[in-house]
């Protein structure tokens, strides 16, 4: 083994022992030494991606089970998901949780130990155990963060529908299972029949979709998350979530080799992508507190990036294997952009209810008593999931288009249509999203309410070193990736499935383009050198104030000169005109409550609270609640209490055992 495969592996060991000492120390002493050691152990795991890069990591045999070695060896697409995703669970780590609780350092072990076997174990029986191990520590996260009987329900929830992915994926291994090595997974596919081995495919994606937020599982996202704080945000949309995106990449571009159904196959999944995308967005938009606004908007990513797996297989189908590459190295980009993006905004989440005593979205003049350091890490998160340049979020989603702007390469009218049909999913996306986040940023920091900030100054504190910097590093990092793309990107050329050659071949000198410089081009990095020259009209302006008198009028609000917080933007205003126009989406619902003095006209108190209703609760989930109430009230006989009937139970059980055993013949 040479010296960067004995780091790599050196280092992800010493990672999982530092994460296993924090969940030992947290369940047995507490203090700040978990949180040392997970971030200790985040470090750790960077310094092995780093090694283990461009290549990928070399295997080591960590036990046997039977004859069947337990191996664990990343990819180099799983070391790439992971590198920047550590960036912002590194201070996440360091943060902790909400009041620093208990048992949330255990959660957070157990959530990047359960990631980091996902990324590099090569078996179906570990991999499983991994999978169920980083959704358990998610839950263990947010309920120590949020110990309330509502919180329980939504991490109930979270688990009910994860488990949902995990019997799919379960299924999927059993499928597969004559050997439990992945090398073995793809030519064991080829055995199936179509109609079996396409189900599988669809195993696949229900399986990992329930992580990532595919619809229907999106809707788990926004109260699971928005019971807990921005440093298990940060950290269930970054490592987490990028891990899961990795397998599902990997049972489709790798098990699933070439059949005859690809391309329908992938519209499936192109489509699911889209959907999702577009839905959860649509809900982001909508709501009123941090971490559900951006809880949704991780939906909405997940969704992007899937779209252009979906791409990928499509592209595959048709015989294009570069392009093929090409979307799925964007998705990839995508999902590495938006960890770094989404995690600064859920750390700023954190920074804001210090400052203003909760997560809620409002105008509170947030940023006129933070320090710039909120303000300037903020935005550039905010300006990478809006899609705008010189940002991660810009580059990979210019990308995508380009990706299904090369549609008129496929033959088969229908892949055509689906590529189309998703670019126009994708635009309106983007749009609603950049929308979303000028509510997030404008609204939650922006706003100059003084007298709603006044009401809440009691909660105010100062924002720790450690605060302004976790925010500052990680939003600073978001513009660093897309300018530094151009030199790194050539390096994925071990992750580009199946055309290695794709990166190398989406970079031209200081440009990025889409495998072709005369299709298309931008150059981030020039970008960042030509835009300070803009600077020189506001240094005019500022030049100008010496001789021409500044003008000051009061707020103009419906034709009436009223104070500034008078007619200060809501975000239930802020988001109301498109609440109305998808009304068919949304169904709102309005609550007014009146309390009055005396008599009737003489109104005390006024409560408006506002809502939107699920889309696939009413239709999916409450049905299948009271399918499974209706079945246990049928079977609720079988608990008699009586142990000569469990007895009875237990034998008819033997009987069936033995029976199958002697009918049954191995094939």
Known sequence: MNLPDSVSLTAFGLAALAWLLALLADLLIGTALPRLLLAAGCALAALGALWGLPEGGASQTLLLLGNSPVAFQPDAAALWLM????????????LGGTGHARGWAAGAA?????????????????????????????????????????AGRDNLFMLALLEVGGVALLLAVLMLGQSLAFGTYALQWTQWGVASAFFLGLLWLAGFGAKLGLLPFYEWYPGAYGSGSGSSGALMSGVVMNAAYFALGRALLQWMSHPPWLAAFGVVVLAAGTFTAILAI??????????????????????????ALGAALIFRAGGQDALSALAWTVGMLHLMGHSLAKGT??????????LQGDHHLRQSAILRHAPLTLGLGAVFGAMSLAAMPPTAGFVSEWYLFQSLFHDFT????????????????????????????????????????????????????TLTSLQRGAVLI?????????????????????????????PQQMTHHWLLVPLSAGFA????????????????????????????????APLWCGGEDYAAHAGATTALSFSNALRVFYNFIYRPQNAVARQFEGKAYFLKELQFDYSQAPLFGPLLFNPAVHAVQWLARKLRFLQN?????????????????????????PG
């Open 410 to 461: 496929l033959k088969t009218d229908g892949s055509r249509i689906a590529l189309a049909l998703a670019g126009a999913g994708m635009a309106l996306t983007a749009a609603i999203a950049l929308a979303t986040m000028v509510k997030l940023f404008g609204v939650g920091l922006l706003g100059q309410n003084e007298e709603h900030a006044a009401q809440h100054r009691k909660h105010q504190t």
């Open 345 to 354: 905004l859920f750390l700023s989440a954190d920074a804001t209810a210090a």
């Open 83 to 94: 590198l920047p995703a550590l960036l912002p669970a590194f201070f996440a780590s360091l």
């Open 641 to 665: 209490g009586l142990m000569n009937a469990y007895l009875a139970y237990i034998g008819v059980l033997l009987l069936v055992v033995f029976g199958l055993v002697l009918v049954w013949t």
């Open 110 to 150: 157990l959530s990047l130990l359960g990631a980091l076997g996902v990324y590099g174990l090569q078996d179906g029986a570990s991999f499983l155990i991994a999978w169920e191990v980083m959704g358990f520590g998610g839950a263990l996260m947010l309920l120590a963060d949020h110990r309330s009987v509502q």
């Open 474 to 502: 990680t939003g600073l990092a978001v513009p660093a990736f897309a300018v530094s793309l151009v030199f790194w990107l050539p390096q994925m050329a071990a992750s580009a499935w199946p055309a290695a050659q794709a």
């Open 282 to 307: 649509l809900y982001a938009f909508q709501q009123s507190d941090w971490r559900r606004l951006l809880a949704f908007s991780s939906a909405e990513n997940a969704g992007v990036a899937v779209t």
């Open 521 to 552: 081009f931008i150059s981030p990095a020039m970008l960042v050198i030509v835009v300070p020259l803009l600077a020189l009209i506001p240094l005019a302006l500022v030049w100008g104030r010496r001789r021409y008198a500044v003008r000051r």
